[in-house]
């Protein structure tokens, strides 16, 4: 019965993305933009976080450049996430961060992924990147794509740190990475 589930949860997770990213043509960020919510499902935050409460939005934040343009408005208007309201924001300074439960980070910040991660350290914000060597440096999940394929990394330790709690089931699917020691 466990493998039935496991096998059920993997499938209702991949396959709408897997067939959407397989068609002749789609946008890398739509798929990217998809993997967000998906990515929430695996995902618990600590009670601090108050989920639960449905008055409050869940906030998906892109950190400086927007390489999404107006892909995560249109499929988040209509859409929930955790069974609240989705509020999407776009920010240039690390001060402006706070409030978010998701932070994308896209490549044009790495002359300041540094200051930007130690902001976000042991608080309980899913950072996101679509930037490989960010791993590393400590973001959460790493989404890119490989060899045709999307694929993602996670850094168990920075999600220790962070307080999040990630399924084992998708740790299970992610290749894992340490944090580099500086």
Request: aromatic content about 12%; proline content about 3%.
């Amino acid at each position: 019965m466990v493998i039935k589930n496991i096998i059920l949860t993997l499938f209702i997770f991949f396959m709408p993305l897997c067939l959407f990213a397989q068609t002749a043509i789609f946008d890398e960020y739509e798929v990217k933009a998809g993997f967000l919510e998906k990515f929430t499902r695996f995902i618990d935050w600590p009670a601090e976080v108050k989920m639960e409460d449905v008055s409050k939005p869940f906030v998906i934040t892109v950190m400086g450049e927007n390489p999404f343009e107006s892909v995560l408005e249109k499929m988040y208007s209509q859409v929930s996430i955790k069974g609240k309201k989705v509020e999407i924001q776009y920010i240039s300074t690390v001060n402006e961060i706070d409030d978010c439960n998701i932070l994308f980070i896209p490549k044009s910040e790495h002359y300041r992924i540094n200051k930007i991660l130690s902001y976000t350290k042991k608080k309980p914000i899913l950072t996101i990147t679509d930037y490989k060597r960010f791993a590393k440096n400590g973001v959460l999940i790493t989404l890119f794509f490989e060899n045709d394929h999307i694929s993602f990394e996670i850094n168990k330790k920075a999600v220790q740190d962070s307080g999040l709690y990630v399924s084992s089931l998708l740790l299970n699917l992610s290749k894992v990475v340490n944090t580099e020691e500086n």
